[in-house]
């Protein structure tokens, strides 16, 4: 009896002595789609080993993540030598950004329940870069707008009154100011004077990014809207906010890259002007506040776009689809600075438009 109570002593004490010298376990992370836009699911998964000297019980938590959608989760077992798991789970993040998936905390106790502790887990996690959420509902004369003041299209763009094409039959909505009564009366039908159709080269999205989180994200999905629907018209589509410049661009991979630039899109403490568009380019300025550094950028740059267009959002933030009950409270003292010189800037080619947050961006 005595050296089956010894026997037992010997066990509890190289139990209790086992347990501090555990080593650290391992994980990994991972996802077969590291890149995409939020409120998508994507499945994610870890993979956690580790090795147990004797029989212990352990406890594995997988810490929860509410911005990427992942609830948690917590196994248990009673286990000997190396151990591995594997747990998948699908995340739905909720919100742009760039984010680390999160990890696991590995707890260990003796099979007596007697002492438990955490055990390190080391290893690299995988990153999930969430793309800003893409609108459909870009309105039609904003696209029209920014495909202004260019080469010749076809019927992409909008037409310029001073490039005549020749005449066509009368289509209903045509403008009787169209009607060409001399080729009216000689063919005995209703005749219209026909212009060629026009639309810039490029588009460059500057981003003023002096402003709140709130508006942060409603420029990033505004530009992605944007950025997603010219790229799709076949215009080269650039970047720009205070220490970031991406000159225009086309195809799929540049706009991928685009978007996760977007989706780190931080809030700044000061403010930059412009920069200077490649000539021919049309200068879009997205802003909550309209310092003067933007404002005189603007016309700076006007030198060289074919057109220049700041559209301010002094609530910063403007009615999504589907979003009712905006507040909007008087002027702020930026929309009243940029109204003041509105006359003066579109006598430049620098065209104003403002959307309060009880609007969406329609003209």
Avoid: C
Wanted: glycine content about 10%; cysteine-free.
């Amino acid at each position: 009896m005595k050296l089956l109570l010894f026997l037992f002593l010997v066990g509890l004490a190289a139990l209790w002595a086992a347990l501090p010298g555990l080593r650290p376990g391992r994980q990994k992370s991972g996802t077969t789609r590291r890149y995409g836009a939020a409120g998508r699911p994507r499945p994610v998964w870890l993979e956690v080993d580790f090795d147990l000297p004797l029989p212990a019980y352990w406890r594995l938590e997988w810490e929860a993540a509410p911005k990427l959608g992942l609830l948690g989760e917590s196994h248990a077992g009673l286990g000997w030598g190396r151990q591995t798991l594997r747990l998948q789970a699908e995340a739905v993040p909720k919100q742009r950004g760039e984010y680390t998936l999160p990890g696991a905390r590995l707890f260990v106790s003796d099979v007596f329940g007697l002492r438990e502790r955490e055990v390190p887990v080391r290893g690299e996690l995988a990153k999930l870069v969430v793309y800003p959420r893409v609108w459909d509902q870009l309105p039609p004369e904003l696209a029209l707008t920014l495909l202004a003041e260019g080469p010749e299209s076809g019927r992409l763009g909008v037409e310029d009154a001073s490039r005549y094409r020749g005449i066509r039959e009368y289509r209903p909505g045509d403008s009787l100011r169209r009607v060409h009564w001399k080729a009216t009366a000689h063919r005995g039908q209703m005749m219209v004077r026909e212009f060629a159709w026009v639309r810039a080269t490029g588009v460059w999205i500057f981003i003023d990014t002096r402003g709140s989180d709130v508006y942060m994200d409603h420029m990033a999905e505004l530009a992605a809207s944007l950025a997603f629907h010219l790229e799709g018209q076949g215009l080269a589509v650039g970047l720009a906010w205070p220490g970031f410049v991406a000159p225009p661009v086309r195809g799929l991979e540049a706009m991928r890259r685009l978007l996760a630039e977007l989706a780190r899109l931080r809030p700044a403490a000061r403010t930059a002007p412009p920069p200077l568009p490649p000539p021919g380019v049309n200068l879009l300025v997205l802003t909550e506040d309209a310092p003067v550094e933007v404002i005189e950028g603007a016309l700076a740059a006007r030198a060289r776009a074919s057109r220049v267009h700041i559209l301010m959002f002094p609530e910063g933030f403007f009615l999504r689809p589907g979003e009712t009950g905006r507040p909007v409270w008087g002027r702020t003292d930026g929309m009243a600075r940029l109204l003041e010189r509105r006359n003066l800037l579109q006598a430049a080619g620098v065209y104003v438009h403002v959307f309060r947050g009880n609007e969406r961006v329609f003209f």
